[in-house]
């Protein structure tokens, strides 16, 4: 393949209800999609962070410019243009993890679509269908806790995942306990919310059965999880912390945890995210997909990694209607607690036209190839 044309497309897309975490609040899904426009076939993808550098140092904007200036002259540099020869063309970046994942999805897509595979296949794939766990953010009341969690029980949810906070752990995981039974699949997210000397609160935690407890401590502390996991009966499950299959394997080795979340976003995309899936399913450990309040842009490929044999947890891949009264693509639906695992060549999925005009804020071209003697440019 040859890059021909890469445009950005700004959206910003309402949030069915708040949700906050212990790093913010969002009430909009604001960020971009990448447009990449190959010889062979087009393809797309989505940037997974926020405009503001508040749960990881990556943001919009700066995305935006690494992208044009950075990224982008490297990779229109290459001779042929795969999916797989992304990382190495771009490995002198430092960082910028979700910029190049964005970028490598966007590829992967029209190359995939290319050749008429879906990435299910291409990535794996053993499931057609994946369980659909939901999270549910921090709450003003116990009572307005309880009530969500009953809502999303109702709808078909197999797992409940409770953000937490110092001053919000203890009594709303108690009160779900009490009022659910038992049997709940129940866990729960600190995003990093606490620190060591936290550990004999945490240890309250392990009355109540979690499934895990994610990223307590502060990201790409290995040293502190090892030493919280060893006070925890609760599996610790890293997030922030990993960010490619050798922070995965570090991990394991040093006993931080028991548990992986994998967001091909955070770890630079889909080939790496497959990576530390085939680093933890050695070992033994289980894996999940986590979500980002990603569109269906974002979603449809998750579902493809989420039915990667080791994926023996239900992950943040939720329905659609869970975040947006209307998505920029085709719904996904939940059906008997599970999502299907998309089947059509490359992600499986596009936007639609008239969302996506509604939806946009702005879009323009980050990059346009010089076309060579007697040939036209790409339409745009």
């Known amino acids: 393949m040859k890059l021909e044309r890469v445009e950005i497309v700004h959206v910003a897309i309402p949030l069915v209800t708040p949700f906050r975490t212990s790093f913010g609040t969002m009430t909009v899904k604001d960020t971009f999609l990448l447009h990449v426009v190959t010889d062979a076939a087009e393809g797309w993808s989505e940037f997974a962070a926020d405009p503001e ?46 910029a190049k994942a964005a970028l490598e999805t966007a590829v992967l897509d029209a190359e995939l679509r290319a050749y008429g595979m879906p990435l299910a296949t291409y990535l794996g794939a053993v499931r057609d269908r994946v369980p659909a766990g939901v999270s549910v953010g921090i709450k003003e009341s116990v009572p307005e806790l309880l009530d969500d969690v009953e809502r999303y029980l109702a709808e078909g949810y197999v797992r409940i995942k409770l953000k937490i906070e110092p001053g919000w752990d203890v009594e709303p995981v108690r009160a779900v306990r009490e009022r659910f039974g038992d049997a709940l699949p129940l866990q729960v997210d600190a995003n990093t919310a606490y620190t060591l000397a936290d550990a004999e609160h945490l240890r309250r935690l392990d009355s109540f059965g979690l499934l895990l407890i994610e990223e307590p401590l502060e990201e790409n502390n ?6 919280l996991q060893k006070r925890l009966r609760t599996p610790v499950c ?9 922070d995965a394997a570090s991990a394991i080795a040093m006993e931080a945890c028991r548990v992986v979340n994998v967001k091909p976003a955070r770890v630079g995309g889909y080939l790496e995210a497959r990576r530390i899936h085939d680093v933890a399913h050695a070992h033994g450990v289980p894996v999940w997909c986590g979500g980002m309040l990603e569109t269906g ?14 994926f023996t947890l239900p992950g943040d891949t939720s329905a659609s209607s869970r975040y947006f009264a ?55």
């Open 297 to 310: 842009i974002g979603r449809a490929p998750n579902l493809a990694l989420a039915a990667l044999p080791g």
């Open 53 to 98: 550098p508040l749960y990881c140092s990556e943001f919009v904007a700066g995305a935006e410019i690494v992208l044009e200036d950075f990224l982008l002259p490297r990779v229109a540099a290459l001779p042929q243009l795969t999916a797989a020869a992304l990382a190495p063309a771009m490995a002198k970046i430092k960082g910028h993890e979700l």
């Open 238 to 246: 890293l997030d922030e912390s990993v960010h490619n299959a050798r």
């Open 326 to 380: 209307e998505d920029i693509t085709e719904p996904f639906v939940l059906k008997d607690g599970h999502l299907s695992v998309p089947t059509t060549p490359g992600i499986g999925i596009e936007p639609l036209p008239d969302a996506l005009r509604r939806f946009t804020r702005e879009r323009r071209d980050l990059y346009v190839s010089r076309p060579a003697p007697g040939r036209k440019s790409p339409p745009s």
């Open 222 to 227: 290995l040293y502190a999880h090892a030493q």
